[in-house]
């Protein structure tokens, strides 16, 4: 590995990442910046409109507020990731049909991904070795409670 | 390779991640199972929405601008009718804001409640069309509190009561969003109906808009 500070970052970063929802995260908040993109109504308007134009800018800032904690906190992912999903699905009917529903889609996949993450898994292993090892694992203790 | 040292049922307590390689041995990881728990309502609700818009039972929103983007009607009828100038702000530094200094003089239209027959929405990406498409079929789209910011408006336009030269701030019928800013020039009606509508907008907002027959695709030529 050439340039040794550089060298040490990428580590650093992937154990950073290995300790939280990161992709889950970071889609649940792309998506959220998406729909804000897509959303850039002059605030005139929206203030006119009242309650539900001001709707439409709120649900797209949880999700993305909802994506930076899930990554910054990811101890409270479970909460996170539920507000996140029903706000993604919210922006449906708020902010142009979620972000023409490129955004809906970014933070449904994003929430679902942090909610299924569980920290301090096994590495991952092959179907087939996994099948050997339980066969192995017959054949070696035959009796386990 | 040996077998006893694969097979142990437990693994040893503690940091076991030794950190043998620049990834940890145990690190956290997405369970498809449980992420399944939460994508499979999920996805049944996101269907479920997008089935009740295009039936039209359920209303959305829309606060689109920065690109100006054409709707185009063969008939809307409305009650409520107010229409005024205004300035429209660009966000600062917008790529669009070209010699205008990002300011885009608008005729403000505000319907109560209006009612599109063959509605058609596009935006101009670049090459790309995004088309939006409602009311084809029988039902028509409905929208309340219709605020449109257009540059260019045309079509058959026939009014009800129209009083025209009000000041902007003095308007009352289109209910509180259908009104200016004080000293600009302004009118307002109790009914509009306008034929083969065509806009070229900077902004819409709608209270609710309810799209029955929707369609959203991209296409080489807009509306």
């Not at chain 1, 300790?19 to 649940?28: A, D, E, I, M, V």
């Not at chain 1, 897509?38 to 009242?50: C, E, F």
Request: glycine fraction near 14%; include cysteine; charge should be positive.
């Amino acid at each position: 590995m050439p340039g040794r500070p550089r060298g040490n970052l990428r580590p650093a970063f992937r154990r950073w990442r290995a300790g939280r929802p990161f992709w889950g995260g970071l889609l649940l908040a792309l998506g959220g910046a998406e729909i804000l993109l897509t959303l850039k109504a002059s605030l005139d308007v929206i203030l006119h409109v009242g309650m539900q134009g001001l709707a439409g800018y709120l649900l797209p800032a949880v999700m993305l507020l909802c994506g930076l904690l899930v990554l910054f906190n990811p101890t409270q992912r479970l909460f996170y990731s539920v507000i996140g999903v029903l706000v993604s699905l919210g922006t449906w009917l708020t902010s142009n049909l979620g972000g023409f529903f490129v955004g809906l889609l970014l933070g449904v996949v994003g929430s679902c991904l942090a909610f299924g993450w569980l920290p301090d898994q096994e590495p991952r292993v092959s179907r087939r070795r996994r099948r050997k090892a339980a066969r192995a694992a017959k054949t070696a203790i035959p009796a386990q409670p | 390779m040996t077998s006893s040292a694969e097979h142990t049922p437990e693994r040893p307590e503690g940091p076991a991640a030794t950190d043998v390689g620049d990834v940890p041995a145990r690190r956290g990881r997405v369970r498809a199972r449980r992420a399944a728990v939460m994508a499979v309502p999920a996805a049944a609700v996101a269907a479920g929405l997008a089935i009740l818009t295009a039936e039209g039972a359920l209303g959305v929103q829309f606060a689109i601008s920065g690109m100006p983007f054409t709707v185009t009607a063969t008939e809307l009828n409305g009650t409520g009718f107010a229409q005024f100038g205004a300035l429209d702000e660009m966000a600062e530094g917008s790529p669009n804001a070209g010699d205008t200094g990002g300011q885009v003089l608008v005729v403000t239209s505000v319907i109560k409640n209006a009612t599109l027959t063959k509605l058609c929405q596009s935006v101009d990406l670049g090459g790309t069309n995004l088309v939006i498409r409602a009311g084809e079929g029988s039902q028509k789209v409905t929208a309340s509190d219709l605020t449109t910011d257009s540059t260019q408006l045309s079509g058959d336009a026939a009014f009800n009561n129209i009083e025209i030269g009000n000041d902007a701030s003095t308007l009352d019928k289109a209910g509180p969003l259908g009104r200016g800013p004080k000293g600009v020039f302004s009118q307002q009606s109790d009914t509009v109906h306008i034929a083969n509508l065509r806009q070229t907008n900077y902004a819409t907002t709608a209270g609710v808009f309810k799209l029955p027959g929707l369609k959203l695709g991209f296409s080489g030529s807009g509306c």
